[in-house]
């Protein structure tokens, strides 16, 4: 089934904006659990309360082939209703693009991906033509780098600004979104502002800090929707023992619930 | 070894800048032959005329997890006093960035890297504590996507730039360098200029069309070297047929000796 639709049946099944990040860090695992152990738990746990999955393919590299198969068991854990986000931000010239993506959607079979922006269109077309399947381009990232280079001024707007409109500009096939961290939202704001209609995944609530209420309102479009809100550690780590899917779980339907509510403030009405 | 002394002593011992990309299409690898069975040859046909050797992940990551096995097959026929660059291209958020070190260094043992600058130092430093290994920073390369964002004007120089100047602050631990394609000379030049002594990895000469003496006057430094140029698909298929090895063998030989040829041009002593 086609991203945008799975997606906005999940959100509507789960009355959910929420996006789980599976990012098993080894140093965190509980003890004696395989990364696959540990996602069927959080996955069982959760599934009910998500609008998709994400899973940073680099957790998974990090442990070789053996990851590389805890991925491809995780992804066959998750269930099909719900739809997976590859975390890969790739980007690469042309040809190469073409095998990433076929790496990532043919393979994997990933129903959206993120990429990198850095490379320019034809990094990005060779991903644009699977119009089935969601891309999403880092934009203005969460993290204290994101200023080195994405914050530099560009004919009096900076860098980031310059992504999102050429994401606008390039959007033939009507499946591309982007990536803005939910640790300024100022920035978040002013590309909600910039791209009204266009999906936005947002990482950097929970650990990283991004300040819920404010998210939501800058984030979500006029319906109070076309967010993907995404926590990974706050809800994976959310306990260190064996209770981890329990807690995985309370958080997730804290977190779900306050995006939800923030989503209904008299604010939207305006 | 380190990779800084790793790469001197081979392109002293082999007499080359020449690195070959080990990129192998698919749609292109003759009949019959595996990945793993058509590096082999290449290899075993080119490994006395190169400096390094540069994998793409992409092209083993299009294979599945056959393909990743074939990667680390590749890697245990390349002879160890060789360098070999995984061109990653990877760029993440710190923690995340950390995995994906240990993926490229700790579980592929790559002597180098290639990656994407767009998310900052934090992306970045996670590889830089691998203080004995090589890390390229993509900053003007060589497809026509490159225009998009990184010749963008920031504060009257193009954003790469900015890349090229905050590697040059960065490099606390001598072991960057930057991506530069051959297919602009006039850029390569200026980056040359800003970065006097910094190592640049240099693809896009063979099948992306560029200019060889100008790339080789270019884009090495003062002593004619410093330089690591890479063909991939000129070299890997300059045979369809089963003389594919003897043909690629024919190929860098060809492509070392002009690039020396041009190193001890008259320009070089000015």
Redesign the interface.
């Known amino acids: 089934m086609e991203f945008t639709r799975k997606l906005r049946e999940a959100t509507a099944r789960n009355n959910s904006l929420l996006c789980i990040g599976l ?1 098993p ?1 080894p140093e965190r695992l509980p003890a004696g659990l395989t990364i696959a152990q540990f996602n069927r738990e959080v996955i069982e746990a959760t599934n009910d309360l998500v609008c998709a999955y994400k899973p ?1 393919l ?2 998974y ?5 053996e ?3 805890s991925l ?1 068991h995780t992804l066959s854990l998750i269930p099909p209703n719900i739809p997976v986000i590859g975390d890969a ?9 073409r ?2 993506a ?2 990532l959607f043919d ?1 994997f079979g990933f129903d959206a991906v993120t990429l ?9 077309e060779p991903f644009m033509v699977y119009s089935t399947k969601g891309l999403f381009l ?1 934009c203005r ?10 914050d ?4 009096g707007h900076p ?1 980031y600004e ?2 999102a409109l ?1 994401a606008l500009e390039w959007n033939a096939h009507g499946n591309l979104g982007l990536v803005v961290g939910a640790t300024h939202v100022r920035e978040l704001a002013r590309i909600r502002h910039l791209c009204p209609d266009m999906p936005l995944l947002i990482p950097g609530v929970g650990t990283q800090g991004g300040d819920l209420p404010e998210v939501v309102k800058s984030g979500t479009d006029r319906a109070g929707g076309n967010a993907i809100i995404n926590s990974s550690r706050a809800i994976l780590f959310a306990s260190a023992g064996p209770d981890f899917a329990e807690a995985a779980r309370r958080v997730a339907m804290i977190t779900r619930d306050s995006i939800n509510r923030y989503r209904e403030a008299p604010h939207r009405s305006e």
């Open positions: 990012d860090d940073n680099a957790f590299e990090a442990a070789g082939l990851g590389v198969k491809e931000k790739r980007g690469d010239i042309g040809n190469t693009a095998m990433y076929r790496s393979v990198s922006p850095y490379l320019g269109l034809d990094s990005i880092l990232t969460s993290n204290p780098g994101a200023r080195d280079f994405q530099l001024e560009v004919e860098l310059h992504v050429k």
